[in-house]
T-cell receptor, first 109, second 114 residues
Framework: GQQVMQIPQYQHVQEGEDFTTYCNSS?????IQWYKQRPGGHPVFLIQ?????EVKKQKRLTFQFGEAKKNSSLHITATQTTDVGTYFC?????????FGKGTTLSVSS | ETGVTQSPTHLIKTRGQQVTLRCSSQ?????VSWYQQALGQGPQFIFQ???????GRGNFPPRFSGLQFPNYSSELNVNALELDDSALYLC?????????????FGPGTRLTVL
């Protein structure tokens, strides 16, 4: 079945440093969604990418969808302590949303 | 607008018991999906309900079953609980079945099986 892989599993940065997480799918995706889960919380939708090569920005967050629609990335510029959490990418397979295992970001001030 | 709610928040059961978890979808949403999230893992799709019918199922055994009611709220039932069923159970609601619909997650039910 379809698999969605994310790297790295963990990332620790100093406040102000940049952060990137990468997502790869075993199959071509119709779209990809990104979620953030704070410690002890539930996944919260961040964004959806649909078009090949699409780039979207939300303040310090930049999301990219690969040309082949099999990979994606999330880049955070100048991290803040409020960015702490686990970032998941998820791709649709039929009715199911297949999540990666996530990248857990910790930030020290 | 009311968000997705789940009950109970926490639950402790023993092996072999049965459990029912409940979810109220966001106002106006007619689709509910259930996920199991083990510690340190991403959510895993259990099944989805659309207008009271099951509309897709992940790789979970038949002892995981569900219902959706006319008001679009939903239940997840798990029979013959096993230790590995210990996890955070999340429901997510969305409007319709379109591939591009955002899902809104509830706070989850933390199930511990002893």
């Amino acid at each position: 079945g379809q698999q969605v892989m994310q790297i790295p599993q963990y990332q620790h940065v100093q406040e102000g440093e940049d952060f990137t997480t990468y997502c790869n799918s075993s199959t071509t995706l119709s779209n990809i969604q990104w979620y953030k889960q704070r410690p002890g919380g539930h996944p919260v939708f961040l964004i959806q990418l649909v078009k090949s090569g699409e780039v979207k920005k939300q303040k310090r967050l930049t999301f990219q969808f690969g040309e082949a629609k099999k990979n994606s990335s999330l880049h955070i510029t100048a991290t803040q302590t409020t960015d702490v959490g686990t970032y998941f990418c998820a791709g649709k397979a039929g009715t199911a949303l297949i999540f990666g295992k996530g990248t857990t970001l910790s930030v020290s001030s | 607008e009311t968000g997705v709610t789940q009950s109970p928040t926490h639950l402790i059961k023993t092996r072999g018991q049965q459990v029912t978890l409940r979810c109220s979808s966001q106002s106006g949403h007619n689709t509910v999906s259930w996920y199991q999230q083990a510690l340190g893992q991403g959510p895993q799709f259990i099944f989805q309900y659309y207008r009271e019918e099951e509309n897709g199922r992940g790789n979970f055994p038949p002892r995981f079953s569900g219902l959706q009611f006319p008001n679009y709220s939903s239940e997840l039932n798990v029979n013959a609980l096993e230790l590995d069923d210990s996890a955070l159970y999340l429901c997510a609601s969305s409007l319709g079945l379109a591939t591009y619909n955002e899902q809104f997650f509830g706070p989850g039910t933390r199930l511990t099986v002893l």
